[in-house]
């Protein structure tokens, strides 16, 4: 039987680990270890670590970011799948149970990850807010199960318009992982890092989805996930850089491309929205033209009078 690896990246989150470990353990099936990077945390990580040292393998690093972080742990882990999960993200009981029926169902799977729920937004799952057709549209019509979905090969143009594939509900063999390059350490302090490793594992990747949540992805002040705007930007720099990596094959290149043009238009619009001049000025000389509106251009005359008239 395939050994699953449990990665975890943590930089101060001495007031979750245990949480989240208590979570993993609590699986009703075997893991074969447990690696942990602690990416220079200054907290008492050591300490709440401790009732645990028997069941993890931990490794230390300087401050570096946290794809870094989760870089080392897995090129620290020996199993055949790697299991993601953020030290403040739960696991639930079944998250497992329901990843290895998928690996009996779909043995050529590669890439796999589950629904969720957040914790900011409980009433609903993920995937219950994907736009409508989405999961539709990604189905290869070979699947066996109402739980699952084996996507097609329309799974990276479809996480860039909808992104439902969170690094704590996801799992990929070290194959994969490896035929992709693995992940990058130039983005490690990027906001929205991971996405840049969820693209090219989509890109390539056998893709099964479970539409059963097994993971609440907590959102908190403390993490990156919370920063609205900063998350857009950096999604969007994660775009540009796989275009300029050539990343993806050509096709799935013009596709960014595109994508890119229009969410410099969202993310102009959205800094109008919040007041912020300068961001706004940015994303207004990024975006091409032929997608801006007359009220784009009187949006930008307003701040623009009204910056004037504020000094």
């Keep these: 039987m395939d050994k699953i690896s449990v990665v975890i990246p943590v930089y101060n989150r001495a007031d979750w680990i245990g949480k989240t470990l208590d979570r993993i353990f609590s699986q009703k099936h075997d893991i074969y270890e447990v690696v942990i990077c602690d990416d220079g945390s200054t907290d008492a990580l050591t300490e709440a670590l401790q009732p645990y040292s028997a069941k993890v393998k931990l490794i230390t690093i300087t401050n570096s970011g946290p794809a870094i ?43 796999y990850f589950s629904d969720f729920h957040a914790s900011d937004a409980p009433e609903r799952s993920k995937l219950e807010g994907a736009p409508l057709g989405w999961l539709a549209a990604l189905d290869s019509e070979e699947t066996s199960s109402t739980d699952y979905l084996k996507c097609n090969k329309k799974l990276y143009a479809a996480l860039l ?20 390059g693995g992940i990058d350490p130039a983005v490690s302090r990027w906001p929205s890092e991971d996405f840049h490793l969820t693209l090219r594992l989509a890109a390539i990747g056998r893709a099964v ?3 059963i949540p097994t993971v609440i992805i907590n959102k908190h002040e403390q993490n990156f996930s919370a920063d609205i705007l900063g998350n857009f930007e950096g999604r969007i720099d994660i775009l540009e850089k796989i275009i300029r ?48 509106m007359t009220k784009d251009y009187l949006r930008l005359l307003k701040r623009i009078v009204t910056q004037a008239f504020s000094k």
């Excluded at 055949?80 to 998928?102: E, G, M, Q």
């Excluded at 704590?168 to 035929?179: G, K, P």
């Excluded at 410099?264 to 975006?287: K, P, S």
Aim: charged share 25%.
């Design 69 to 111: 972080a989760r870089k080392t742990a897995i090129e620290h882990a020996t199993g055949d799948w790697i299991a993601l999960c953020d030290s403040d993200d739960f696991w639930l009981d079944n998250h497992l149970a329901y990843f290895l029926k998928a690996v009996n169902l779909f043995p050529e799977m590669n890439f």
């Design 161 to 180: 318009k909808f992104q439902p594939c969170f690094q704590s509900a996801c799992l990929f063999r070290r194959t994969l992982y490896e035929q992709v």
């Design 209 to 211: 989805i479970c539409t």
């Design 245 to 292: 990596d050539s990343s993806v094959e050509a096709d799935l290149i013009r596709q960014t491309q595109a994508e890119v043009e229009m969410s410099n238009l969202e993310l102009f619009r959205l800094y109008y929205w919040h007041n912020h001049y300068q961001g706004m000025l940015e994303r207004f000389r990024r975006t091409p033209k032929k997608y801006l």
